[in-house]
């Protein structure tokens, strides 16, 4: 029987993130993998969805090259070499972790894990202990009773990102992140698409005015909105599908070649143990203390298996806390009310902290500023206008409550603002800190400047 400090039972970014830091700190380790490294975030989720919305983004830029001063005489898509290049950009990176396995030193055990008393992981009849086993197995597309998802009519994200011919009309369910991505996607490749959200907004998690602009957007660019709407039934004998969607107004029956449904995720906590060994689950996730270990000593849970905001970026950041503090560093618990936020649509959202709307019911006095990308000049130069920062801050202390971004680009933008939390910065810091010109970034200081009376470009 093989002997390690540490296996980790997956290897998305929780899990292969975990696996580097404890061979770091000098902790022999092994991982477990039944696909492919990398998890659904290098394979299936966060990598080549950004890579298919590159593409998207390279076709708008292409259609509206007369704005440029450009002509382009001749222009079309290929769906399929679209699909290829987003696959093949997953494929290398995850040969990318596989090489990162190598280096590091870990043992990859390719097969499918399961957990067994006495801090053991079986994996196809053959037994390996350590020490400590982190449980980092992820999640899959959340299935709901009426629309089950048949792989062809009514799909996934998986195979909604390797779909061998493009859809001429999709029904996309949700408008998370995942939804509004696809929607983005498919309507710029030329997919007439209807997003359906059962909540008053799109994109819901985020600030009412960010959403309400996402809105104007995407009906802008020619995407059917339905809020307050959901899909009640679904009719896969014909040709089309045809959805019944409940309303404010009533019901309606809309018509599409393949529904996309993106109303969540559920955790892969089946089949792998949990019951023979004890751990404790709630609501379909392991339930873990700060520091991730379960209620069972030896045995850690992290990334979208434990409760807490499914992200690639927290799941590694859980991987790294749990192994540290399993290698007895002094570690601080991670702050759940600093993690940004992203979608990559057009145009990108990015967040991070409290809303107006929470700031507001946490009972806190605001200043609050504003900052649309309409007067910033590279936004103007760029062609890209649409979107702002919206910045909220405690008026009594000076707290950076909540940073709001919609635009081109404002995904790699977000990290001053969560830096700014981190550091605990007042506004004013904000405000005096120089920016370079002509950048989006200006827009941040600006809407600050805004929170205090002193805007420059307003
Ligand atoms: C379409 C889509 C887009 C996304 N985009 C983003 C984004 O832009 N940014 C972001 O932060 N997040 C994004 N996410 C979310 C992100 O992918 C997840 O939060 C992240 O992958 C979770 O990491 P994890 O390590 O917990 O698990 P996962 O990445 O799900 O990895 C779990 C791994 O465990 C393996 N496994 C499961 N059970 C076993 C077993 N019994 N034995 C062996 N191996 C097993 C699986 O095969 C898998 O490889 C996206 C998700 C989707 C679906």
Redesign the pocket.
Known sequence: MSKYDVIV???????YVAAIRASQLGLKTAI?????L????L????IP??ALLKSAQVFDYLKHADSYGLTVKEFDKDFGKVVDRSRGVAEGMSKGVQFLMKKNKIDVIE????LKPGKKVDVEGKEYTADHIII????R?RELPNLKQDGKKVIG?REA?TLKKQPESMIVVGSG??GS?FAHFFNSMGTKVTIVEFLPNLVPLEDEDVSKQFERSFKKAGIKVMTNSSVEKLDTSGKLVKATVKTKKGEETLEAEIVLSAVG?AS?LE??GLEEVGIVTDKGKIQVNDFYQTNIPGYYA????VPGP??????SAEGITCVEKIAGLNVEPIDYGNIPG?T?ASPEIASVGMTEKQAKEAGYELKVGKFPFSASGKASASGEKDGFVKVIFDAKYGEWLGCHMIGAGVTDMIAEAVLGRKLETTGHEVLKTIHPHPTMSEAVMEAVADAYGEVIHL
């Open positions: 039972l997956g290897s998305g970014p929780g899990g477990v993998e039944k696909e492919n990398g998890g659904v975030c394979n299936w989720g966060c969805t950004k097969g499918l894990g399961k980092a197995t992820g999640a597309s994200y990102m992140a995942i991505e995720i892969n089949n792998i992290i990334g979208d298996v499914a992200l690639a970026h927290v799941a992203c990559y």
